[in-house]
C-alpha cells in the first residue's frame, strides 16, 4: 500500500491537530495525541514519553500507554535501556523524525538486542514506529506505536500520519514543558518573595512588584498588571529596592537565586 492518504484521514488528522493545540498540560497531551493515533492506526499498544537530560545523558519519564497494558516499563525506565546499541545515536537529532525500526535495523539485530529479548518479546510486541520529537534542536519527546508481529509491520501510510502530525506535537510539548518550568519558577520566586516580605519588611504590594520584576515583566506590563500608575510603581520599586539593599533589577534577580539556592 503507498502512503497516499483518503480525505477521511485528512478530516481525522485535522481534527487531531486541534485536539493537540487545545492540550492544556504535558499528561493531557500526550493522552490526546496517543488516541488520535490509534484512532488513526490500531496499534497493538502506544506510548509517550517526555525526555530529559539526566547526568549527561537522555532518561525517559512520564510514560502514557494505550492499548495493551505495558509491562516491565520499570525494568524500562530504571536499567538504561537508552544506552543499549538498538537506541544508539537517537538522542543526537536536532530535528523531529519518525521512522519505523524495520526500515533501520536489520531483523536480525533488532531480535538479538537485549531490549528487546527483555522488553519487547515478553509482551508479543515486534514492530515498531517513533517519533523522536525535537524542540528547539532538543529532544523532548518520544511516541512510539507497536504491532504484534502477526499483525504485520506498520504500513507507508501509517509512517506519513505519524511524519505529519509529530511537528506539532513536538512544538506544543516543548511550549507546555516551558511553561511548567515557568511556573515552578514563578512558586520558588514567591516563596522566596514571602520569606524577603518577612525579614525586610516588604509590604504586600512590594511582593508583588519584586515578583513581576523577576518574572521579566518591564514597567509598563507590571502597572497594567497591578492597575497602577508608572510613578505608583517607581515608587513601590524605589521602596523594595532600598529595603533589600540592591539598585536595579539585574541585583535584585540576583538575589532572588541567591536566596532560591540556600533555599533548595
Given at each position: ?13 485535522l ?22 493515533l ?15 537530560e ?24 530504571n ?46 510486541i ?13 529532544l ?26 509529530a ?19 514563578c ?37 497594567d ?14 521602596n ?25
Amino acid at each position: 500500500m503507498d502512503g497516499r492518504l483518503l480525505e477521511r484521514d485528512w478530516q481525522f488528522m485535522l481534527d487531531a491537530v486541534y485536539r493537540i493545540n487545545s492540550a492544556t498540560s504535558v499528561d493531557s497531551l500526550e493522552r490526546e495525541v496517543l488516541e488520535c493515533l490509534d484512532a488513526l492506526m490500531p496499534c497493538t499498544q502506544g506510548t509517550f514519553f517526555v525526555a530529559e537530560e539526566e547526568e549527561g545523558r537522555i532518561v525517559f519519564r512520564r510514560p502514557v500507554v494505550v492499548g495493551q497494558e505495558a509491562r516491565y516499563m520499570d525494568e524500562f525506565l530504571n536499567n538504561n535501556y537508552d544506552r543499549d546499541p538498538y537506541f544508539r545515536g537517537m538522542g543526537l537529532m536536532h530535528q523531529t523524525e519518525t521512522f519505523s525500526d524495520s526500515d533501520l535495523l536489520p531483523e536480525r539485530y533488532r531480535e538479538n538486542s537485549k531490549l528487546y529479548k527483555e522488553i519487547y518479546e515478553p509482551q508479543g510486541i515486534y514492530y515498531p514506529l517513533r517519533s523522536y520529537l525535537v524542540y528547539r534542536h532538543k529532544l523532548v519527546g518520544n511516541i512510539s506505536l507497536f504491532n504484534a508481529k502477526e499483525h504485520g509491520d506498520f504500513e507507508l501510510r501509517d509512517v506519513t500520519i505519524l511524519t505529519l502530525l509529530a511537528p506539532h506535537v513536538a512544538l506544543k510539548l516543548g511550549d507546555l514543558l516551558e511553561k511548567e518550568q515557568q511556573t515552578r519558577g514563578c512558586a520558588r520566586s514567591g516563596d522566596v518573595a514571602s520569606r524577603l516580605m518577612v525579614k525586610y519588611g516588604l509590604t504586600s504590594r512590594e511582593r508583588e512588584v519584586v515578583l513581576l520584576i523577576v518574572s521579566g515583566r518591564d514597567d509598563r506590563e507590571i502597572a497594567d498588571s497591578l492597575c497602577i500608575s508608572l510613578s505608583t510603581l517607581r515608587k513601590h520599586t524605589y521602596n523594595a529596592y532600598k529595603k533589600l539593599d540592591v539598585n536595579n533589577r539585574t541585583q535584585l534577580c540576583a538575589l532572588i537565586n541567591a536566596t532560591s539556592a540556600h533555599i533548595l
